[in-house]
Nanobody, 123 residues
Framework: QVQLVESGGGLVQPGGSLRLSCAAS????????MGWYRQAPGKERELVAS???????KYADSVKGRFPISRDNAKNTVYLQMNSLKLEDTAVYYC?????????????????WGRGTQVTVSS
């Protein structure tokens, strides 16, 4: 099994900062992409940012220049530093990890999701 533990959400004023962390643990051979998605009330879940095992990064246009993503491969952890937060950044943020592990005697790539952490930007 694989567990994802998210932390760092909360309430912040516009212009403030938060840092999200997501640590993966368990039966892991290696990790491919790691990333963050978010879902606001009444909206579909969307990609915020992702980082591959070789450092290729993708950002949603709405967060470019504000939300740098990084990872610590030794700790199987991905971080999202959220700066200059806006009201429209309010959402539940989900960690997403593409894990390579043995299942049924074969090596497989499996996507895991965190439970989500609430980020609320409000004055």
């Amino acid at each position: 099994q694989v567990q994802l533990v998210e932390s760092g959400g909360g309430l912040v004023q516009p212009g403030g900062s938060l840092r999200l962390s997501c640590a993966a643990s368990g039966s892991i051979a290696s990790i491919n992409d790691m990333g963050w998605y978010r879902q606001a009330p009444g909206k579909e879940r969307e990609l915020v940012a992702s980082i591959s095992d070789d450092g290729i990064i993708k950002y949603a246009d709405s967060v470019k220049g504000r939300f740098p993503i990084s990872r610590d491969n030794a700790k199987n952890t991905v971080y999202l530093q959220m700066n200059s937060l806006k009201l429209e950044d309010t959402a539940v943020y989900y960690c997403n990890v593409d894990v390579r592990r043995y299942v049924g005697g074969a090596m497989r790539n499996i996507i895991y999701w965190g439970r989500g952490t609430q980020v609320t930007v409000s004055s």
